[in-house]
């Protein structure tokens, strides 16, 4: 895989990550699975573990990288989620 390719997907996998585990935006979907299964279940674990869920999300990306890693698609895609979770980082860290 293509270094660029590999770091495009690492930015983007950390980002849907942070945005599932993390973003008010996402908050819904965390309610909605702790409301359905409870709140000690394994569901409601995996949707709130950075680490569970960024081997879901890296499951996702890593077949799509191989596939289409070169397109211009999948690459623009990527970069926009890995900017937008190296700005959050930045934002963070400059606040």
Not at 13 to 19: G, N
Not at 30 to 57: H, I, K, M, N, Q
């Amino acid at each position: 895989m293509d270094p660029v390719v590999f770091l495009l997907s690492l930015g983007a996998i950390c980002r849907i990550t942070r945005f599932i585990t993390k973003d008010v935006l996402a908050a819904g979907l965390r309610t909605w699975v702790a409301d359905r299964f409870g709140d000690e279940s394994r569901p409601a674990y995996l949707v709130t573990c950075g680490w569970c869920t960024g081997l879901w999300a890296a499951a996702s990306v890593v077949p799509l990288a191989y596939l289409a890693g070169d397109t211009t698609v999948f690459q623009a895609v990527a970069m926009v989620l890995t900017l937008s979770y190296l700005a959050g980082l930045a934002s963070t860290w400059l606040d």
